[in-house]
T-cell receptor, first 111, second 115 residues
C-alpha cells in the first residue's frame, strides 16, 4: 500500500516563506504532486516532480529526493490568499489507479 | 466544457434514501475519478474509470455505492440507502489519460448531507 505523511497544520506570517514537508512509503514510486484546496473549493494542481531536485513555478517551488522518500512544497512571499490546504500525492506505477493523496496540510497565513 | 462540472452542488437527503451524483468531465478526458472528502480530511479514492470501464473499484466503501460512466463522458455515483456516515463532499476529477504523471482536474464537488 501507500503511506504519506505531512503536517496537519502550519501557520506562517504574510510575506514570509513556509515549507510543507511530505514523506512517503510506497512501491512503484513514479512521482510526487502537490495540490491546493481552498475552503469549499476544488483541489487544483500546483506542481509535479518526476525527478530529484527543485521545480520552480513563480512563488511556489517543489522539491523531491527519491533516495529519502521525501519532498516539500515551498511557498515564498506568502499572501493571505495562500491560506488553504495543501495535499501531496504520489504517482505509482502499479495498479490501475495510480495517484494517492496525503491527508493534507492546512496553511494559515496571518498578518 | 471548460472544466469538470458536478451536480448538484449541494444535496440534503434523509437517511435511507438513494442519491445520484453527476459528473461532467472535461471534453476528451478519458480518465475519471471519484473521491470522498469528509470535513477537514483528505481525499479518499472511491473508483477510477478509463473510458467507460472501471478497472479500479477498490475504494467503494460498501455495496451501497456504485458508479457508471457512459459515452466516455458523464459519470454518476449512486449511493443507496444513505447513512449519516455518508455525509461528505464527493469530488470528481478527470485527466486526459489514465497514465502516469497526468494532472487531475477536479470539480467543485457535491456536498451531501444525510439527516
Amino acid at each position: 500500500g501507500q503511506s504519506l505523511e505531512q503536517p496537519s497544520e502550519v501557520t506562517a506570517v504574510e510575506g514570509a516563506i513556509v515549507q510543507i514537508n511530505c514523506t512517503y512509503q510506497t512501491s512503484g514510486f513514479y512521482g510526487l504532486s502537490w495540490y491546493q484546496q481552498h475552503d469549499g473549493g476544488a483541489p487544483t494542481f500546483l506542481s509535479y516532480n518526476g525527478l530529484d531536485g527543485l521545480e520552480e513555478t513563480g512563488r511556489f517551488s517543489s522539491f523531491l529526493s527519491r533516495s529519502d522518500s521525501y519532498g516539500y512544497l515551498l511557498l515564498q512571499e506568502l499572501q493571505m490568499k495562500d491560506s488553504a490546504s495543501y495535499f501531496c500525492a504520489v504517482t505509482v506505477q502499479t495498479g490501475a489507479n495510480n495517484l494517492f493523496f496525503g491527508t493534507g496540510t492546512r496553511l494559515t497565513v496571518i498578518p | 466544457g471548460a472544466g469538470v462540472s458536478q451536480s448538484p452542488s449541494n444535496k440534503v437527503t434523509e437517511k435511507g434514501k438513494d442519491v445520484e451524483l453527476r459528473c461532467d468531465p472535461i471534453s476528451g478526458h478519458t480518465a475519471l475519478y471519484w473521491y470522498r472528502q469528509r470535513l477537514g480530511q483528505g481525499l479518499e479514492f472511491l473508483i477510477y474509470f478509463q473510458g467507460n470501464s472501471a478497472p479500479d473499484k477498490s475504494g467503494l466503501p460498501s455495496d451501497r455505492f456504485s458508479a457508471e460512466r457512459t459515452g466516455e463522458s458523464v459519470s454518476t455515483l449512486t449511493i443507496q440507502r444513505t447513512q449519516q456516515e455518508d455525509s461528505a463532499v464527493y469530488l470528481c476529477a478527470t485527466s486526459l489519460a489514465g497514465g502516469l504523471g497526468n494532472i487531475q482536474y477536479f470539480g467543485a464537488g457535491t456536498r451531501l448531507s444525510v439527516l
